[in-house]
């Protein structure tokens, strides 16, 4: 926090990748933007840099990059890569349906669906999650004090990163819907009262 103006950080999720679009999980393997992801990263890069920001901070997972690229043409700024952005690690289920997840860990799956923290399989811990991402968005804040940072970042990692700077338990989380694709969150980091939400699932339309 620095000066008489907020900082103003928007945590923008990639595009759509051809396993969002059936329901398989991603954690942090690699999976690229599908047509419909080029186009609303396109969409919302534009309503973005109307925005003016100042710096552009991504995950270094692929379709996060590509996401960045977008605002990156539109803007003249470089792009820079913190995997503390990637997404969560989702370890034996990476690359599964969902589906398939509820067939093979049943118990582990519930609890998930739940928000409940799972226990086994290689699952990166929420707390964990909240903690390294809530510091990537400090970072990625730092850079620009008083001014419009963009981190392109993924659904859970905004999530629990948003719960990690806010100061919020993880539990909060049960009360928001998903975060879409190529939509973003808006916090400020306010002169007197620190870091607030201004926006949820915000997009281009």
Not at 7 to 33: D, M, P, S, Y
Not at 44 to 58: C, D, E, F, N, T
Not at 114 to 125: I, L
Not at 156 to 172: D, H, K, S, Y
Request: aromatic residues 8%; neutral net charge.
């Amino acid at each position: 926090m620095a000066g008489t103006e907020p900082t103003r950080l928007v945590v923008w999720r990639h595009g759509r990748t051809a396993w969002n679009a059936t329901n398989r999980i991603q954690g942090q393997a690699e999976a690229e933007l599908d047509e419909l992801g080029h186009r609303q990263a396109a969409a919302a890069a534009a309503v973005l840099a109307a925005g003016r920001p100042a710096a552009i901070v991504s995950s270094d997972l692929g379709r996060a990059r590509t996401t960045a690229t977008y605002l990156a043409e539109l803007t003249g700024l470089p792009v820079t890569l913190d995997p503390r952005l990637r997404e969560r690690h989702f370890g034996q289920w990476q690359g599964l349906a969902v589906t398939e997840v509820a067939q093979r860990f049943p118990a582990e799956y519930a609890r998930w669906r739940t928000g409940d923290q799972v226990a086994g399989c290689g699952v990166e811990d929420v707390d964990d999650l909240a903690k390294r991402a809530a510091a990537g968005f400090v970072d990625a804040a730092a850079l620009a004090p008083g001014a419009t940072v963009v981190a392109v970042s993924h659904g859970g990692t905004a999530r629990f990163g948003m719960a990690g700077l806010l100061g919020w338990p993880v539990q909060v989380l049960r009360g928001f819907a998903p975060l879409g694709n190529c939509r973003w969150v808006e916090l400020r980091d306010t002169p007197v009262r620190g870091w607030q939400l201004y926006g949820y699932n915000a997009g281009a339309g």
